[in-house]
């Protein structure tokens, strides 16, 4: 199907089951622990072999030498996996170091062998006997000093590293209201709670990996790009994933490793990556560096903006698209964005949680705190008078829905911001200075291609199989919920299979593009089973009405099921996109309000309210939708206040690879959060009218708390994360 | 992990006995640090004598009106002991402001006091460390050191000591008492027993090896106001980047430790006549003599403002 | 070639080098006669616990965990391996009433003892109140941390019936409440990463009010 004209009406908008808070259908299983992970699937392949990943020891060099035979005689070693040993590998087209390293290392704990043995004791043991000598080579790993050589990247997915409308050196310079400053966020990691973990099984020349991958397809590719072999003899699958944010859209080295260890072991193997190596082994989020800015008139009205961002990565590596957000969110006629790319020889960087708009709006969202500031305006008003209907870029390209200013004004309201001191320092509670807030929320919605096949047997029973993937985002629910809006069913008679790349190839989970997409491609096989259903039912399939489990048309009414009286009916089709997302411009937006309290003594930061406002077209569940927001609200919660790989610009590695050292907030750090959706539905997104809001949920909130923090103390922080170290000496006096 | 035997005892006495034996083998109740360190290779026992069972669980009170609390108490169990609550809040309090409910629910009085540092470069086994590999090197001077020593440090090793309840057990003049090889009983108290860095920041205790705490006593209540902040940047679940521990009476005299500035909980005897003048004179007398760091110097200011804050809270 | 900063270095270990900080090698060199021990089967144990009411015999390589005991050995995956550190919390369990890191403990040390785990709770069709209350509640996303959750949520509500003291408890000597404060302060050593923590305490919450 291709959805090439905004959506009319059609069966979605009955809002039966679709739109409605219901429990996840996978929820007894996930609670009850008899989900079954990727590296708990014991009853897949009969004996099953441990493998162990040795990670190399430097960041920047090669390998001089190996000597595996210590670990080869150790107890219960069936083999062991090197570059020297694997046969030809190739690279996956979305890694961009080599997942088996040597003799050359790309980065600090980047694979260089695998030890396959009978038990996980004894291959961690074996691991450890791997003895390699290095040679050292020199790498660059200091962002900061590398700016100047910096470069300007190759565009990406069609975006050019730099923008211009205007003149923006001439509207800044003459702007009698500026703000020019430099901010500063650190590598993330994606800290999933499942490692990367996969269990390789070869039949012949044909491989099956359970996994636990967002993107089936990409994957699928990667492994067979990988292996040298037809991505024909390469299965995938990976029915739940353990958290991903970005960490597992590609295939890592458990997977390369398993499938290598397997093939040497000649029989099953299984690997986890161990909690240290997802620090430095997988890929993270970059940190950035910006330079924003905005110059208004004395009205507030902003006429120059300005948005630079330098970022690194290994060579080939891309970089983290920081100022994409500004060339949309606010007006202005002078406009500029750049992004610069260094070299580094750190970890690879990559895509986690809002790419580019979670850093991009942590350094905005304070620079336009600041410009309120100036101008003495409240950042409420202030973002409120720069709105825009139109791409600024492009002013005859509106937006599809764009009601931020409402968000904003809800937001406002529920959350009392009328109570906020503009004045900061002012609020005391006993020891604590407390402030308030606020934070636009912007992130593009992107449609992908995807595609469902659908079942319907004699019993009435719908199972959909698409090879999308529940990353904890509920698409198992969204999912049974569309079916269900179609075919005229209870929830309790759709059964949804996923993640496994027999199934339709779907838009898989990354971008926030899932839900939208995926429940679109499950529209257009339902779409397709309706006729089916109708002409094997004798009915006109114009004006089949498919309700309460029957098929009504002309007087006439039959059971669904009877339709498969004779034989399951399977109908299977692609939801594809034409050109309306150039058409208009498609993007979710939100509000977040934050209110914290500081120590007034200590400088420990803790968030006590968090309300977010949301507008992304229509919500298809709003219990899972909401725990979306409310988790990446958690996750900007940590950006602001902890989150940061620990750079060693010697050695050029990330020092905290724990979750010990590289805290994420607990229970104790994230109060009550409020959310609130905006009633809206946007016919130019697909005919589910849906948008993505799961990395909406974290864009801005970082900056929220960092405004809030100012507020309450007086202390602007413009690197990330907010501790309390670069409080202290601004604080109040001690008495 | 290397391989190991194991063997579990009922006695102290077969616990050193089964030492004897096997020298080099590690004690383990709780394991919630060797085994952490097991699985990386910083510890390599042979041999594990599982001294968990020892019946050595109970609080009792001694005879001069203190509290004997065995090795083998649970920091829960401790921490919501009524006596503890009652007369050692301090202690109470540092121990719940350790670790997660689940980790408190393991770990024991002896192993708590003799738990590893945290620094990330002893836990990285492809890193310079003296104290995991005597002579490789510090790599955390230099490196990543925000959570570092600014006291009693040395050229080769800026490590600090974990622990809450050893912050408060040195408030409160603790001792803790052993049994050796040879069957011999020791009262050490806590203020001489870790080791300072020096050159040879590896040994951590006066322990010798094979010799085994028994019991930790606190010697009878001082009464007073205790309070324990733990500072650090997330709410719950981390390690401290300062504590301070205080005891402070209603003439405003007192006494302080600290956390998460030295190799051990820092306690100086003499600082704590400067209370009753406030947090600036106590905290210079505290950190007489610090070495700081451009990413740890924060912690002097911390102290100061903590204590500060810690001193007004008891003023009520 | 290297530089006097750079560093000799081994799968073992970056030895910083110069004069001030001498360093012993312990890497093997590539090549060299390395007499390769024969190899000896690790030493096992005989240990026998109850989990979920079942009475388990095992013999066991010393190394393992209890959490690779239940989920390796007994099949029962429920208790899941974050981090394998006790810094996450994924592998609560409740060992003889109390909950735990099942990945830092040994599954020999546990002699005699009664285990219960997130499959001794309930199960889909007969779910344990807290189980059903964070389905209601949508109290996880990816669902890996979950198991461990809600072991900890059970176990949190009877150590407040115990009287346990937490951090935030205000008076040591009173008797601790259900607060959400107190909740959030004992649930901290279950990481969750998805961010569900909000919805996580509203199902405790709800199944503690029902108990009340």
């Known amino acids: 199907m291709k959805f090439d004209t905004p959506a009319t009406t059609n069966p979605i908008d009955q809002l039966k089951v679709v739109g409605k808070p219901t429990n996840r259908i996978d929820g007894p299983l996930k609670t009850t622990g008899t989900a079954p992970y990727a590296y708990e699937r014991h009853d897949v392949a009969a004996n099953q072999a441990y493998g162990y990943v040795v990670g190399s020891a430097i960041a920047k060099g090669r390998i001089a030498s190996m000597n595996l035979k210590v670990a080869e005689a150790a107890p219960g070693v069936l083999a062991i996996v090197t570059a020297a040993n694997a046969g030809k590998l190739g690279k ?17 704990h980047q694979a260089i062998a695998l030890v396959v043995a009978e038990s996980f004791e004894q291959a961690r043991a074996a691991a450890a006997l791997v003895r390699v000598e290095y040679e050292r080579g020199k790498g660059n790993f200091d962002l900061a000093k590398s700016l100047d050589g910096a470069i300007k990247p190759a565009p990406s997915f069609g975006t050019e590293a730099d923008s211009a409308v205007g003149n923006f050196a001439g509207a800044f310079a003459g702007a009698p209201v500026q703000v ?58 990976s029915p739940y994933v353990g958290g991903g944010f970005g960490g597992k859209l590609f295939i890592r080295a458990d997977a390369v490793l398993a499938a290598l260890g397997a093939k040497a072991a000649k029989r099953p193997v299984k690997v986890a990556l161990p909690r240290a190596f997802m620090f430095n082994n997988t890929p993270h989020r970059p940190a950035t560096i910006q330079r924003i800015r905005l110059g208004a008139t004395a009205e507030g009205k902003i006429t120059a903006i300005g948005h630079e961002s330098w970022s690194g990565d290994l060579p080939g590596g891309g970089p983290e698209t920081a100022v994409g957000q500004t060339r949309l969110l606010y007006a202005g006629e002078n406009r500029m964005t750049a992004m610069r790319l260094a070299v580094l020889d750190l970890p690879e960087g990559n895509a986690m949680r809002a790419p580019g708009e979670a850093p991009g709006l942590m350094a905005l969202e304070i620079a336009v705190d600041e410009l309120a500031e100036k101008l003495g305006m409240d950042p409420v008003a202030l973002r409120i008078l720069n709105d825009t209907q139109v791409d600024p870029e492009k002013p005859k390209r509106r937006f599809s829905q764009r009601q931020l200013n409402k968000c904003l004004q809800i937001g406002a309201d529920k959350f009392g911001w009328a109570k906020r001191s503009a004045k900061p320092a002012q609020v005391r509670d006993g020891r604590w200075l407390v402030g308030m807030g606020v934070a636009a929320a912007f992130r593009n919605n992107i449609n992908g291609p995807s595609a469902a096949r659908v079942r319907l047997d004699k019993s009435g029973v719908v199972t959909v199989e698409t090879d999308m993937t529940d990353i904890g985002t509920g698409t198992y629910t969204i999912i049974a919920q569309t079916a269900a809006e179609m075919m005229g069913l209870q929830l309790d008679k759709v059964v949804v299979k996923l993640g496994d790349s027999a199934f339709p190839v779907s838009a898989g989970s990354g971008g926030q593009w899932g839900a939208n997409s995926s429940t679109a491609g499950v529209f257009a096989a339902c779409v397709k089973l309706r006729e089916a259903v109708a002409q094997k039912l004798g009915m006109n399939p114009a004006d089949a009405a498919f309700a309460d489990g029957k098929v009504r048309s002309g007087g006439r009414s039959a059971a669904l099921g009877e339709a498969a009286a004779d034989g399951e009916i399977v109908a299977e089709d692609k939801m594809e996109y034409g050109d309306l997302e150039k058409a208009y411009q498609q993007s979710t937006f939100g509000a977040h309000y934050v209110e914290v309290a500081v120590d007034a003594m200590t400088g420990e930061i803790r968030i006590r309210r968090m309300l977010a406002v949301c507008a992304a077209g229509r919500i298809l569940n709003p219990k899972a939708a909401r725990s979306q927001v409310i988790g990446a609200m958690t996750m900007g919660a940590g950006a602001a206040l902890m989150e940061e790989l620990a750079v060693d610009k010697r050695f050029g590695f990330f020092v905290n690879h724990d979750l010990a050292g590289y805290e994420v907030p607990v229970h104790a750090d994230i109060p009550h959060q409020e959310v609130i959706f905006l009633d809206e539905t946007d016919p130019t997104t697909s005919p589910m009218k849906a948008k993505g809001v799961g990395e909406l949920g974290i864009c801005g909130v970082a900056a929220a708390v960092a405004n809030a923090v100012y507020n309450a103390t007086g202390v602007r922080v413009r690197n990330y994360p907010i501790t309390l170290d670069k409080l202290l000496g601004q604080l109040p006096d001690i008495a | 992990m290397k391989s190991f035997t194991y063997e579990r005892v009922a006695t102290p006495a077969a616990a050193t006995a089964a030492f004897a034996r096997a020298p080099g083998a590690r004690f383990i109740a709780g394991g919630t640090n060797l085994l952490d360190l097991m699985k990386l290779e910083i510890e390599t026992p042979a041999h594990l004598i599982d001294v968990s069972r020892l019946s050595l669980d109970k609080i009792e009170k001694t005879g001069d009106g203190g509290l004997r609390i065995g090795a083998m108490v649970r920091n829960t169990d ?37 738990q590893r540092t945290r620094c990330p470069y002893f836990y990285d086994t492809n890193q310079p460390c003296n104290k995991r590999r005597p002579g490789s090197g510090c790599a955390a001077i230099g490196g990543f050191n925000r959570i570092h020593a600014v006291v009693g440090a040395s050229e080769a090793c800026i490590a600090t000591h974990p622990s809450d309840m050893a912050v408060a057990m040195r408030a409160l003049d603790a001792v803790v008492e052993t049994v050796d090889a040879a069957g011999k009983a020791r009262a050490i108290p806590l203020a001489t027993f870790y080791r300072a860095p020096g050159t040879t920041p590896h040994l951590e205790t006066v322990l010798a090896p094979g010799e085994l705490i028994t019991a930790v006593t606190l010697p009878k209540p001082v009464g007073g106001t205790h309070i324990y902040h733990k500072v650090r940047d997330r709410a719950s679940y981390a390690f401290a980047l300062i504590s301070v521990g205080a005891i402070v009476q209603k003439d405003g005299s007192g006494r302080v430790a600290l956390g998460g500035v030295g190799y051990q909980p820092w306690r100086v005897e003499a600082a704590e006549a400067e209370l009753p003048r406030g947090a600036k004179a106590a905290a210079d007398g505290l950190l007489a003599g610090a070495k700081t760091t451009h990413e740890n110097a924060y912690k002097l200011p911390l102290v100061e403002r903590t204590l500060a804050g810690v001193l007004a809270e008891a003023r009520g | 070639m290297q530089t006097p900063e750079e560093f000799e270095v081994s799968r073992r270990g970056v030895i910083v080098g110069g004069a001030a900080s001498v360093a012993t090698a312990t890497f093997v060199p590539a090549g060299s006669a390395v007499a390769a021990p024969a190899p000896v089967p690790p030493p096992t144990a005989k240990v026998t616990f109850e989990v979920n009411g079942t009475p388990h015999a095992l013999e066991l390589d010393t190394r393992t965990s209890l959490l690779d005991a239940l989920r390796e050995h007994l099949k029962l995956t429920g208790t899941k391996k974050g981090c394998d550190h006790g810094q996450c919390g994924a592998c609560t369990v409740i060992a003889d009433g109390r909950r735990i890191n099942s990945c830092l403990t040994l599954a020999v040390m546990h002699e005699g003892e009664s285990i219960t785990t997130i499959e001794g709770l309930g199960t889909p069709d007969k779910m344990h109140a807290m189980q059903d209350a964070f389905v209601v509640h949508d109290g996880y996303q990816c669902g890996y941390c979950t198991p461990g959750q809600i072991c900890s949520a059970v176990a949190v509500l009877d150590e407040i019936a115990a009287g346990v003291p937490s951090h935030v408890t205000a008076d040591l000597t009173a008797k601790p409440e259900v607060t959400h404060t107190e909740l959030r302060e004992r649930m901290s050593g279950n990481i969750c990463r998805c961010g569900a923590y909000s919805n996580i305490i509203d199902a405790i919450v709800d199944v503690a009010g029902a108990k009340a």
């Open chain 1, 92 to 108: 996956g087209d979305f890694n961009t170091a080599k997942l088996l390293g040597g003799p050359a290392v790309d980065h600090y």
């Open chain 2, 78 to 114: 401790l921490a919501s002991d009524a006596r503890v609550r009652k007369d050692y809040g301090l202690l109470s309090r540092a121990l719940v402001a350790g670790a997660s409910g689940q980790l408190r629910n393991k770990a024991t009085t002896a192993g708590n006091l003799l």
């Open chain 1, 180 to 237: 020019d400053a430099r901010y500063f966020t650190p590598d993330h990691a994606h800290a999933m709670m499942e490692p990367h973990a996969s269990i390789a099984a070869w039949e012949g020349d044909k491989l099956t990996l359970w996994t636990s991958n967002q993107m089936i397809a990409w994957s699928v590719g990667d492994m067979a790009k990988t292996l040298g072999i037809p991505k024909e003899n390469v299965r995938l699958d």
